[in-house]
């Protein structure tokens, strides 16, 4: 299980890490394995989609099981499934990279990170480095 300090040490690193890095304003949110919200922190700036933005990364991870990246890759081939996915959804699925699952040393999904406000692939990053300051192990899925 995901606690509230290990998701809320993850928001930290991953907003300091934005920060170090020259990212535009950042939010990040963290779901627990059912898509349930635990931390949610918008920077100064982020705007105001940003939210539902970085949810949406995290909980179509969840919901496919893989995190975005992975899904970026799929809906480029499969254009059709995803819009129907969408409509499934509620528009909950944002398939590009930002939506990073976490697991446990065995792999176990704990939960997953979702980060929006820079260019996909910084967002990514900023969610790995969050998962990893954490102590634990970050999958954005295929292609990394």
Aim: charged residues 20%; hydrophobic residues 45%; aromatic residues 2%.
């Amino acid at each position: 299980m995901l606690s509230l300090a290990q998701a809320s040490t993850v928001v930290d690193a991953a907003l300091r890490h934005g920060v170090e890095h020259g990212c535009e304003p950042l939010t990040v949110a963290v779901l627990d394995p059912g898509g349930h919200l635990l931390v949610l922190k918008r920077q100064d700036g982020s705007a105001i989609l940003r939210p539902q933005i970085a949810q949406a990364k995290a909980w179509g991870a969840l919901g496919m099981g893989r995190g975005t990246r992975a899904l970026a890759e799929r809906a480029a081939a499969a254009p059709a499934f995803f819009a129907a996915l969408a409509a499934l959804s509620d528009g909950r699925v944002v398939p590009v990279p930002g939506g990073v699952l976490v697991r446990d040393g065995e792999g176990t999904v704990l939960g997953a990170v979702g980060v929006s406000g820079d260019n996909p692939d910084n967002d990514e990053a900023c969610a790995v480095f969050g998962i990893e300051h954490a102590g634990l192990v970050a999958d954005p899925g295929e292609g990394r």
